[in-house]
């Protein structure tokens, strides 16, 4: 057994983590892993190509692009910001905690294409969130203020993680069967929906558990910034 | 039926488009990208996978190389979007409720 090719691994990590073009480093990945497992030159760019052939559906998401651009062009980052400035008693804890509730509900039942960052997180969850924790916390700074999108980005990533392996006829479901076959655990979809409704509960718990102590430590440094200012 | 070729045309169109657009305010990098882009979504069913493979050493050669950049297309102001979305309303997100609506439904 040749275990080079799994040097790959190794180039992905180090290139992620020196910060490198992620392209580049994915790509150099892939040449560095076929070379090494034997295949010349041209095979692997071969191998490449086809890949990426194959996977075009991938970038489907682009599609989309055009629409939001157009309606944030005519205000729906700034409509989504009225409208949670109109609740009373919204708090980004609030609205991200909801928000990943009905993602993972809404993924449990195979309806994983409801959000998502180009579509609700960017136009809508972000400005919302951002909103609500001005509207608690009181102007906030730049730095504080793109972390409460990033918290609204990963509540989205979360939330579909850990709600779509509930539905049972979902790629990743279908990954774990047969891997799990391969190596003689025969085991049903629904085995496999029944127990990701435990891990989902722990993640809903804990990325909720995440979400309010940003929200409280967001009023803490919001105190510690009012204090030094008078 | 909607095959994913025909979505591939019409992403093409959408990169060829970009690429027009980064040509026109000078941007050669961008340009290359999206039109080596496009022409892999026109065409990548119809290629060699040789080809298909040498397209995506371009497209990642340009990357690394920074020829890809941020555009900085003409649009509106925070203020004429405040002014906009108080005009629109909620009527704004309807066409944003499309999008997951659709998606749903066709996707199953």
């Known amino acids: 057994m040749n275990y080079w090719p799994l040097l790959g691994i ?23 892993t076929g070379l090494l497992a034997g295949l010349d030159f041209i095979a692997v760019i071969e191998a490449l190509g086809k890949a990426f052939n194959d996977n075009r559906y991938i970038s489907v998401t682009w599609i989309i692009l055009p629409l939001i651009g157009l309606l944030e062009r005519y205000g729906l980052q700034q409509r989504a910001r009225a409208v949670i400035e109109g609740v009373r008693g919204a708090t980004m804890g609030k609205l991200l905690t909801i928000y990943l509730l009905f ?29 609500a924790a001005v ?20 509540t989205d990533n ?23 076959e391969s190596y003689g655990y025969p085991l049903t979809p629904l085995q496999l929906s029944v127990w990701a409704i435990p891990t989902a509960i722990c993640a809903f718990i804990i990325h909720g558990w995440r979400i309010n102590a940003f929200d409280r430590r967001l009023a803490r440094v919001r105190a510690a910034s009012s204090e030094e200012a008078s | 039926m909607i095959s994913y070729e025909w979505l591939y045309v019409l992403l093409g169109i959408f990169f060829a488009i970009t690429s027009l657009l980064s040509l026109r305010s000078q941007n050669i990098g961008n340009a290359a990208f999206w039109g080596l882009l496009a022409i892999s979504f026109f065409f990548g069913s119809h290629l060699s996978d040789l080809v298909n493979g040498v397209i995506v050493l371009g497209l990642v050669a340009i990357a690394a190389t920074g020829g890809l950049k941020r555009s900085d297309p003409e649009t509106t102001s925070t203020e004429e979007r405040e002014d906009f979305s108080e ?3 909620n009527k704004l997100f309807l066409p944003a409720l499309i999008v997951p609506v659709v998606a749903t439904a066709t996707t199953g």
């Open chain 2, 87 to 89: 005009a629109l309303g």
């Open chain 1, 135 to 154: 509207k608690s916390h009181g102007d906030l700074p730049q730095e504080e203020r793109e972390k409460v999108k990033a918290m609204s980005a990963a």
């Open chain 1, 10 to 32: 190794a180039l992905v990590i180090i290139g992620f983590a020196l910060k490198f073009n992620p392209l580049l480093v994915v790509v150099g990945a892939a040449i560095a």
């Open chain 1, 103 to 131: 993602r993972q509900a809404t993924a449990a039942l195979g309806l994983t294409s409801i959000g998502g960052h180009p579509q609700t997180v960017r136009p809508l969850v972000a400005p919302m969130a951002e909103a």
């Open chain 1, 158 to 180: 979360v939330g579909l993680f850990f709600g779509e392996d509930i539905f049972m006829a979902i790629a990743s479901i279908l990954l774990i069967q047969g891997v799990f």
